[in-house]
């Protein structure tokens, strides 16, 4: 997902982020044919005995006409390969292809965030890991500036023996820039250089006067998210003397091993994020970090989707997946990455601001944010000007040349959130004469009255004038955290049954490592070298779930992936940093499960959750099963051909550490649902759990059969029933259709929460 610096905030002054997209193209065949690359499942197990290795029997049988790009076969069995949609259609009738999906394009999606999450030197869960010294962080994203301070390998021991990766030469990387910190390094292009060719515009293909062929970072957001999880201590970091102090991720020993799957400009390509899943896993990573999505808050079937298919096959094999939820909130059903296999996060703020001011005419004072650098502007007032209060919409927007120099010169402009970056325009003011660029956000984003505010003034007023007052970093901002406006929410819109987001973690004003190749806005005009930037969104918070995994599978190496997230899930905070409800940024009211999961991460609490919802391989096959998946269908994800039970499985039956009740709107009277789970006791041996039940306000009984847990050295595992009982007559669900409440296990020491969400669907 792109990197958003402050998307949510109520006013915004120079120097922003926006990591831009482009558009799918594809090379010309015929009039009316063209070629495009296609991923095709292949059941492995049909293959020939002549054949020596998949390969060999893909090039005889499938490669003519067709050019293979990649072969898989570690999370996937199969191949891509460029050629005409005729030709695919008739390659998808051969008897060994269970599955044809089309390539897509995707998009991308600190110094204090670490204590945020609870983490303290020298004891709690970093002591118990050894900061994740023997845990290997696979990162997929655009690659790495190796040179950084956070990558450094000072007293960190030897490669873990398990490694098998390689560190891939290539443009202006050599294998000396691998080192024990980078254990490895690999670069995937050939979905791109088959989509627009090798040398091809920004727009198609991989741009070669802007980009690196290695795993070299051109773009910055993967050398971002790397140091995010794992960057190693560097003192006296900061952005241009903003956010100063000791940057380090969140696992500072982990190995990072890097896998450059996205480009500058250009995207990511499925074919070579599943060629990145298939290496890796094979390398011996131990957690991926994938901070990329649709972006379109429109998410395909597991069967139809790359990143969930790589993940199964990451998960099954030990795998713990971390991926960002989606920048699309505060739209209801934004959230992208949905398989159950995949931890899913979103964002929330922290304790640290750079407030700015704008000081208005008439005395009031407006709050914003900036990260602005140069001279000081409060020490005089300017005039204030609105283009868009002429009704020309690009001008209101402040785009390429829209703006009158005559009109703009010597003032500080108002400039409409939208279809260019932040950054573009301020650059567009700086060009017309503008002396500062104040960026007012919409109703849509929370702040809409701000910036009607300011708008106001101008309208009342003959002659107005403001001027911006830039404060620098405060520390111990209240309240925090608070979901970020921008982070994509719930429900899932492929089975509403499954809570997602999972979770949310540190995703706003996130410090970290960066590219020598861009300045920090990424603007070719931009010719500042910093070390360090500060980036917003939930690209910046996956890496930081990404981190946590990687300590507590340092401090608990037995641990599956599924109870690794059980842990942060049960164990996160739905509260502030005032001890008050969460709130919303987009609103200003509580937020609630659909936009932050089952809370923000609290690694404190995580490293000792008491009890854990363990899922295995076979319980995800059910649940593909209860989605009415045949067999054939789960085997294009799990590899394996599937047997589903004669009677078929409840979705909501998976032991995922969240409950979703669905009613249907059609039901009249009382209805009830229940659900079966089973806990693992990771805590003492001997332990007893009571259970404490939150009901939704009205309209909603909730029962759980046992209320009390036995664990003993013979009794590790205990199962209980939830039944939630709704009468339609009383229900009272809030403006997203929904109820929420939570069910929690205590022994007088942990607390092992899980949230509940109740809701009404239209039946199909």
Known sequence: MAAIPYSSLPLQFLFFLLLSGSFLQTRTLSTDQTVKTFIFRIDSQSKPSIFPTHYHWYSSEFASPVQILHTYDTVFHGFSATLSPDQAASLSRHPSVLAVIEDQRRQLHTTRSPQFLGLRNQQGLWSESDYGSDVIIGVFDTGIWPERRSFSDLNIGSIPSKWKGVCQVGVKFTAKNCNKKIIGARFFSKGHEAAGGSAGPIGGGINETVEFMSPRDADGHGTHTASTAAGRHAFRASMEGYAAGVAKGVAPKARLAVYKVCWKNAGCFDSDILAAFDAAVNDGVDVISISIGGGDGISSPYYLDPIAIGSYGAASRGVFVSSSAGNDGPNGMSVTNLAPWIVTVGAGTIDRNFPAEVRLGDGRRLSGVSLYAGAPLSEKMYPLIYPGKSGVLSASLCMENSLDPNLVRGKIVICDRGSSPRVAKGLVVKKAGGVGMI???????????????????????????????????????????????????????????????????????????????????????????????????????????????????????????????????????????????????????????????????????????????????????????????????????????????????????????????????????????????????????????????????????????????????????????????????????????????????????????????????DPL
């Open 439 to 761: 960026l007012a956000n919409g109703i849509s984003n929370g702040e809409g009255l701000v910036g009607d505010a300011v708008k106001a003034y101008i309208s009342s007023t003959a002659n107005p004038t403001a001027t911006i007052d830039f404060k620098g970093t405060i520390l111990g901002i209240k309240p925090a955290p608070v979901v970020a406006s921008f982070s994509a929410r719930g429900p899932n819109g492929l089975n509403p049954e499954i809570l997602k987001p999972d979770l949310i973690a540190p995703g706003v004003n996130i410090l970290a490592a960066w590219t020598e190749a861009v300045g920090p806005t990424g603007l070719d005009s931009d010719l500042r070298k910093t070390e360090f930037n500060i980036l917003s969104g939930t690209s910046m918070a996956c890496p930081h779930v990404s981190g946590a995994a990687a300590l507590l599978k340092s401090a608990h190496p037995d641990w599956s992936p599924a109870a690794i997230r059980s842990a942060m899930m049960t164990t996160a905070s739905i509260v502030d940093n005032s001890n008050q409800p969460m709130t919303d940024e987009a609103t200003g009211n509580a937020s609630t499960p659909y936009d932050f999961g089952a809370g923000h991460v609290n690694l404190d609490r995580a490293m000792d959750p008491g009890l854990v919802y363990d899922i295995t391989n076979d319980d995800y096959v059910n649940f593909l099963c209860a989605n009415g998946y045949g067999p054939k269908l789960i085997q294009v994800i799990t590899r394996i051909p599937a047997r589903c039970p004669a009677k078929r499985p409840r979705p909501e039956n998976l032991n995922y550490p969240s409950i979703a009740a669905l009613f249907s709107t059609q039901s009249r009277g009382v209805s009830s649902k229940s659900f079966i789970r089973t806990v693992t006791n990771v805590g003492q041996p001997n332990a007893v759990y009571t259970v404490k039940v939150v009901s939704p306000e009205k309209g909603v009984t909730v029962t759980v059969k046992p209320s009390r847990l036995v664990f003993t050295e013979g009794v590790k595992k205990s199962s209980f029933v939830v039944t939630v009982t709704a009468d339609s007559k009383n229900l009272v669900l809030n403006d997203s259709g929904a109820a929420f409440g939570s069910i929690s296990w205590s022994d007088g020491k942990h607390e092992v929460r899980s949230p509940l969400v109740v809701t009404q669907l």
